[in-house]
C-alpha cells in the first residue's frame, strides 16, 4: 500500500477475474488515502474532515460497516491488525 510498511500487488486491478478482490482492495486503498490526506485526480468525491474521521474510525474500530476493515483484509489475505499498524505508523524515515 502507498508508502506504507507492507507490500500490496496493484496488479488486482487489471485481473478482470478477481472483481470482489478488486472492491475490497480499493475500499481499503481510499480508506488509507483519505487518513493519509491523499487525494487521486481520479476521485469524484470531495473529502473532509468528516470522511477522513469516518475512514480513521472504519480502519481502527474494524467491524463497522457493510464491508468492513477486518474483513475486506481477510479477504485479500492480509493481517487486518499488521495492515492497521502499517497504516497508523510514521513513514519510515519520519
Known amino acids: 500500500m502507498r508508502g506504507l510498511r507492507l507490500h ?3 496488479g488486482h486491478r487489471g485481473d478482470p477475474n478477481l472483481p470482489a478482490l478488486r472492491l475490497y482492495a480499493d475500499v ?7 487518513v ?14 468528516v470522511e477522513v474521521a469516518g475512514a480513521r474510525i ?18 485479500l489475505g492480509l493481517d487486518a491488525e499488521h ?10 524515515g519520519a
Do not use: M
Request: charged share 15%; with cysteine.
Open 58 to 75: 472504519w480502519i481502527r474500530n474494524g467491524n463497522i460497516g457493510v464491508v468492513t476493515f477486518n474483513e475486506a483484509c481477510g479477504y
Open 36 to 49: 493519509h490526506g491523499v487525494a487521486r485526480q481520479t476521485s469524484a468525491l470531495k473529502a473532509g474532515p
Open 83 to 92: 495492515v492497521r499498524q502499517a497504516i497508523f505508523s510514521p513513514p519510515r
Open 8 to 10: 500490496v500487488d496493484y
Open 28 to 34: 481499503i486503498l481510499d480508506a488509507v488515502d483519505l
